[in-house]
């Protein structure tokens, strides 16, 4: 049964950091392609940012410069450095393959960036 559990979420200023970390469980997860998706509240969910099994990455525009994705295959975990945060940041954050596993989706974890 595969998990993905994500945590490091929370609530932070505007131009402040926070990082994301995501565990994986239940695949093998050295050789799946990693994405970090969010969703706002009514709208779409997005692919924020992607890794691939040879830790090629790729960014949303929206990101590009502010937020860094990595792996670790050793400990099965993908994590997402987010720096300068904007409120536009808001929305809850999952991890996921990709291209995303239907029944993959955890509960993600709630980034808020507010003053």
């Known amino acids: 049964q595969v998990q993905l559990v994500e945590s490091g979420g929370g609530l932070v200023q505007p131009g402040g950091s926070l990082r994301l970390s995501c565990a994986a469980s239940?695949?093998?997860?050295?050789?799946?392609?990693m994405g970090w998706y969010r969703q706002a509240p009514g709208k779409q969910r997005e692919l924020v940012a992607s890794?691939?099994?040879?830790?090629?990455?790729n960014y949303a525009d929206s990101v590009k410069g502010r937020f860094t994705m990595s792996r670790d295959n050793a400990k099965n975990t993908v994590s997402l450095q987010m720096n300068s945060l904007k409120p536009e940041d808001t929305a809850n954050y999952y991890c996921n393959t990709h291209p995303p596993y239907r029944t993959y989706w955890g509960q993600g974890t709630q980034v808020t960036v507010s003053s």
């Open positions: 239940g695949i093998l997860f050295r050789i799946y392609a």
């Open positions: 890794i691939t099994a040879n830790n090629s990455t």
